[in-house]
């Protein structure tokens, strides 16, 4: 069994400003588990994905590619596909 407390999730800058990601799991094999804290207005530009990505808003709203998402709103994205994720307000998203 894997455990990760809240309290001992270390944050770090996602190299976007306004965005920080806390590892919760990875596997080493391209699949991970984090959370995404971003700043309203921030934006994680158009960028592709080698494998599948799973959004879950636990916080806030964000937009993907002109869907909007909001609390409890979820969004799975295929390898290869293409999308950029801006925060509408402050937001918490799990990846």
Do not use: N
Not at 3 to 16: K, L, W, Y
Not at 33 to 49: D, S
Request: aromatic fraction near 10%; include cysteine; hydrophobic fraction near 40%.
């Amino acid at each position: 069994m894997h455990v990760t407390r809240a309290a001992e999730r270390p944050f770090h800058d996602a190299g976007v400003p306004g965005i920080e990601r806390g590892r919760i799991w990875g596997s080493g094999h391209g699949v991970a588990v984090e959370f995404c804290r971003m700043k309203a207005g921030a934006v994680y530009g158009r960028h592709p994905h080698r494998h599948w990505e799973q959004m879950f808003v636990v916080e806030g709203r964000i937009d993907v590619d002109g869907t909007e998402l909001g609390r409890g709103d979820y969004a799975f994205t295929e390898p290869g596909e293409w999308h950029e994720v801006t925060a509408l307000e402050d937001c918490v998203v799990l990846l």
